[in-house]
């Protein structure tokens, strides 16, 4: 049973227009969400989370907007440039007992951004 | 960079040989992840760990098992390699179990 879901395998925009990347989650119990991004052929990278107890969270270009009731989460970038283009994966946190936390990943959605 | 090594970067071995990968960390971090990216599965979680000998299992566990005796390293053993653990590894680490720092993966084939 996935947990969290991108349901868009790819994304494409153009250059200096907004890049909306969606996420869903079943698990309540998720308290803590997080973007990473990854390039081909080297580690993911954090890029910006959230807390529960907030609902945007922005940092420079990127923002990211958490629904609870609709359990979802997505991450605007904006203006899109050519170098964002990468797979991003959202991410959530919960704490599986004992206070003892992992993180639980979506399958990833390929942005591409066109110039 | 996040003070994070993965080894080996690569590796090909036979089916049915014994297979370990090594994270090793230099963030004295708590938590400490292995996870498994596939083509339409994303980033999958394996094995973590939250402290020293104190593991538990992922989502997909099964063929695999862990070790951490330091807080620096966390070891991922393949028993018995088969071909569908065909993959590229990636050790993450964590302070809190939130946000998490990976390593540069490591590419596993069995033949």
């Known amino acids: 049973d996935q947990q969290v879901k991108q349901n868009s395998p790819s994304l494409s925009v153009q250059e200096g227009r907004i890049s909306i990347l969606n996420c869903d989650y079943t698990?309540?119990?998720?308290?803590?969400f997080l973007w990473y991004k990854k390039y081909p052929a080297e580690g993911p990278t954090f890029l910006i989370s959230?807390?529960?107890?907030?609902d945007k969270n922005e940092d420079g270009r990127f923002t990211v907007f958490l629904n609870k009731s609709a359990k979802h989460l997505s991450l605007h970038i904006v203006p899109s440039q050519p170098g964002d283009s990468a797979v991003y994966f959202c991410?959530?946190?919960?704490?599986?007992?004992?206070?003892?936390?992992?993180?639980?990943f979506g399958k990833g959605t390929l942005l591409t951004v066109n110039p | 960079d996040a003070g994070i090594t993965q080894s080996p970067r690569h590796k090909v071995t036979e089916t049915g040989t014994p297979v370990t990968l090594r994270c090793h960390q230099t963030?004295?971090?708590?938590?400490m992840y292995w996870y498994r990216q596939d083509p339409g599965h994303g980033l999958r979680l394996i094995h973590y760990?939250?402290?020293?000998?104190?593991?538990d299992k992922g989502e997909v566990s099964d063929g695999y098992s862990v070790s951490r005796s330091k807080t620096e390293d966390f070891l991922l053993t393949l028993e018995s390699a088969t071909s569908s653990q065909t993959s590229v590894y990636f050790c993450?680490?964590?302070?809190?179990?939130?946000?998490?720092?990976f390593g540069q993966g490591t590419r596993l084939t069995v033949v």
């Open positions: 993450a680490i964590s302070p809190t179990g939130t946000e998490a720092f």
């Open positions: 698990n309540s119990m998720f308290d803590y």
């Open positions: 959230i807390s529960s107890i907030k």
């Open positions: 991410a959530a946190s919960a704490d599986s007992g004992g206070s003892n936390y992992k993180l639980t």
């Open positions: 963030e004295n971090h708590r938590y």
């Open positions: 760990s939250y402290g020293v000998k104190d593991t």
